[in-house]
């Protein structure tokens, strides 16, 4: 059935090879056999942990200049070239944090805009935190924030905190809580 929805790829086409980001937009073949174009983000990838001690949840507070606005998120960051996931979560909570777990496991991998770009977030969820100084990349600016995660969860539910991989995780946790 789901074989009715595959489209072919017939040519690709870069458009920018960046830093962060390719730009395509490819030659496909429709299920019908109609021609079409398809243009998209080509992105490595991220991956980003949830760290919760004693009720208290760890976000960072930092600007996101795409919206033009300061938003409200868990650590994370981009994958650097043939790195495993887990290794860039535990890295950027260090980083942004100044935390590091004793154990980390996956809590699940999100597509955050399906409609454009291939991007895949890792996401993990950190248990035994051990607290150092914080150091962020030289062209960060952010500020840690700690707040029990009933208040995290209300910023979710009430739209204050607008970030896709903090709401899945924030909102996994509390239904994994509910739950118990």
Do not use: W
């Amino acid at each position: 059935m789901d074989e009715k929805l595959i489209e072919k790829e017939v040519k690709e086409n870069k458009l920018y090879d960046g830093r962060v980001i390719n730009l395509r937009v490819d030659d496909v073949l429709l299920p019908d056999g109609r021609a079409a174009k398809r243009e998209y983000v080509e992105h490595r990838g991220g991956a980003a942990i949830l760290a919760i001690e004693e009720g208290q949840v760890y976000l960072v507070r930092q600007f996101r200049y795409p919206y033009r606005e300061v938003l409200l998120e868990i650590p994370a960051g981009k994958l650097e070239a043939g790195e495993e996931p887990i290794v860039t979560a535990a890295r950027e909570l260090e980083e942004e944090t100044g935390l590091s777990a004793e154990r980390i496991e996956p809590y699940g991998i999100i597509y955050p805009s399906p409609g454009y770009t291939d991007e895949k977030l890792y996401i993990f969820v950190a248990y035994g935190l051990k607290h150092s100084a914080a150091h962020p990349d030289s062209d960060e600016f952010l500020n840690v924030v700690r707040m029990p995660v009933e208040e995290a969860i209300d910023k979710v539910t009430s739209g204050e905190i607008k970030d896709s991989k903090t709401c899945y995780a924030l909102l996994k946790y509390a239904l994994s809580q509910a739950a118990k």
